[in-house]
């Protein structure tokens, strides 16, 4: 599946912000269990949304006795959804997925109808993150989504020097200079382990292909999708081991959620002892396609069955009683 550079960033970018702001916070709020939002969201899937569980959903028993908390990853930037993703920690088997939905998803809604608005990152500005749960849920087959995160992207930088870097082995030298981009771009990653601080990573994250006879990565987009998960995977494990006030404050002063202290609080507890393995990352299924000049990421309905299938592993009756 052919994926553009957006899209790895994009990835990258909310599923570690998901675990630094969210996983960190929660384990400090720990003592403090109550009903009142770490976050001070705006507002309330649980008051706002129709349905936590939608009933005309093929997976309505798997979601309604899954013992998953899904929170809805939203990054903003100018009145839209720069980033979707939704994280689904199961506290059963103590195991994170998460999944990437792209920014220009294709989606039909009331009063769409220029060729920007029927992508689902327009959905943010008009019905804020109520109404982009929404649309994420039914997207995902009435998948349920009981919190959300909205974070502005300004502050990767912070958040990535706040929690100390992040360990990476670079395998090959990455090189890439752009003069005309504002402010201009200067990548040059030299090979080999190190811990890349904020504005290191965010070149890493930004690099797309080698420049002045320097290579990109071997295996085109799809090397770069394993570069971006592996990034990922070690932010995981660094934010699990991390609990300083300094990366708490970056990121109490720049998250708006409704997710409450009690349930923070519960999340923490069961996300001890967890590593990087217990994270899986998940594209949503489907294929670019332009129409009527406009690029859009059409969904596969059947490929996102299948996904959920292997996220929520629903068993018959029978089995789950022997």
């Known amino acids: 599946m052919k994926i553009t550079m957006k899209i790895f960033l994009k990835t990258f970018i909310s599923g570690f912000l998901i675990l630094t ?14 009903d009142f939002r770490l976050f001070g969201g705006t507002e309330s899937l649980i008051d706002d949304m129709p349905h936590l569980v939608d009933q005309d959903s093929p997976f309505f028993e798997s979601f309604k ?31 994170a997925d998460i999944i990437s939905i792209p920014r220009d998803t294709y989606y039909e809604r009331d009063g769409a109808n220029t060729a920007a608005e029927k992508k689902i990152n327009a959905v943010y500005g008009d019905d804020k993150a109520v109404g982009t749960a929404m649309a994420v849920s ?10 959300y995160l909205v974070v502005e992207y300004d502050t990767v930088k912070e958040v990535v020097d706040s929690m100390g870097g ?10 890439y200079n752009d003069p005309y981009d504002d402010p201009p771009l200067k990548i040059d990653i030299q090979p080999g382990y190190q811990i890349l601080d904020g504005d290191e990573a965010v070149k890493f994250l930004r690099f797309r ?34 609990s300083l006030p300094k990366v708490v404050k970056t990121t109490l002063e720049n998250v708006d959620s409704d997710i409450p202290l009690g349930m923070a609080s519960k999340l923490a507890a069961s996300t001890v002892g967890l590593s ?24 596969d309905e059947e490929g996102i069955e299948t996904m959920l299938m292997q996220i929520y ?7 789950q009683e022997q």
């Open 313 to 319: 592993d629903p068993q018959p009756e029978t089995e």
């Open 209 to 242: 292909k080698g420049s002045g006879g320097y290579a990109g990565y071997p295996e085109g987009d799809i090397g770069r999708v394993k570069a971006q998960q592996e990034f990922m995977k070690s932010a995981f494990r660094q934010a699990l081991g991390f």
């Open 166 to 175: 992040v360990p990476m082995n670079i395998t090959f030298h990455m090189h």
């Open 138 to 147: 039914d997207v995902l087959m009435g998948i349920p989504i009981n919190y």
């Open 276 to 299: 990087g393995e217990d994270l899986t990352t998940w594209m949503i299924p489907g294929k670019p396609e332009t129409r009527n000049g406009a690029s859009y990421w059409f969904t």
């Open 65 to 95: 006795d899954s013992s998953r908390v899904n929170i809805l990853m939203i990054g903003v930037n100018d009145s839209l959804s720069d980033t979707l993703m939704l994280g689904s920690y199961d506290l059963k088997t103590k195991h």
């Open 21 to 34: 702001m969210l996983l960190v916070p929660i384990q400090w709020g720990l003592s403090f269990v109550s």
